[in-house]
T-cell receptor, first 112, second 111 residues
Framework: AQTVTQSQPEMSVQEAETVTLSCTYD???????LFWYKQPPSRQMILVIR????KQQNATENRFSVNFQKAAKSFSLKISDSQLGDAAMYFC?????????WGAGTKLIIKP | DAGVIQSPRHEVTEMGQEVTLRCKPI?????LFWYRQTMMRGLELLIY????????DSGMPEDRFSAKMPNASFSTLKIQPSEPRDSAVYFC?????????FGPGTRLTVL
């Protein structure tokens, strides 16, 4: 069965600095999708970035980028120039056959 | 598009009462998901519809929970009778391919 592990329950970063959130997963499949979702205090789940496993190039969305290491089954999220509005829970998710398998989440704290 | 719409946003009810949560997916999306989120268990998939047909309901906790999708633009999740342990945030999400878009959630409190 597929599993997703986020080993950092909480991370903090100084405003304007860079932070990396870790995610590892376990699967025997070769084709799948990976996502990072953000859940601010408003509790709305917001898609941050997605990565298709067959693409070697790391996905980038403005200040957000991923380091996708397929062989290592690692999918970390880098947030550059952290802003106060980035404070939220961040969830890593693995998608296969319509289902999203979720990590436990990492709470990101931004220090002003 | 207004995104996924859920109602009500907050619901407070007493144990034993029936609760109905509603969801309007994004137009054109053919898949709809109901999730429950609690501190203890995180995000749990309750049920998944594709083209209005329930495909996987293995996450529905027990017979007190039921979900319907009578058409492509509307779904309900019903709990009857409700219990305090059902207190959680319930999310509806829709997708066309594999990217799920979430509604704002319904915070349910059962006293």
């Amino acid at each position: 069965a597929q599993t997703v592990t986020q080993s950092q329950p909480e991370m903090s970063v100084q405003e304007a600095e860079t932070v990396t959130l870790s995610c590892t997963y376990d699967t025997s499949e070769s084709d799948y999708y990976l996502f990072w979702y953000k859940q601010p205090p408003s509790r709305q789940m917001i898609l941050v970035i997605r990565q298709e496993a067959y693409k070697q190039q790391n996905a980038t969305e403005n200040r957000f980028s991923v380091n996708f290491q397929k062989a290592a089954k690692s999918f970390s999220l880098k947030i550059s120039d952290s802003q106060l509005g980035d404070a939220a829970m961040y969830f890593c998710a693995y998608e296969s056959n319509y289902q999203l398998i979720w990590g436990a989440g990492t709470k990101l704290i931004i220090k002003p | 598009d207004a995104g996924v719409i859920q109602s009500p946003r907050h619901e407070v009810t007493e144990m034993g009462q029936e609760v109905t949560l509603r969801c309007k997916p994004i137009s054109g999306h053919n898949s709809l998901f109901w999730y429950r989120q609690t501190m203890m268990r995180g995000l749990e998939l309750l049920i998944y519809f594709n083209n209005n047909v329930p495909i996987d309901d293995s996450g529905m906790p027990e017979d007190r929970f039921s979900a319907k999708m009578p058409n492509a633009s509307f779904s309900t999740l019903k709990i009857q009778p409700s219990e305090p342990r059902d207190s959680a945030v319930y999310f509806c999400a829709s997708s066309y391919y594999n990217e799920q878009f979430f509604g704002p959630g319904t915070r349910l409190t059962v006293l």
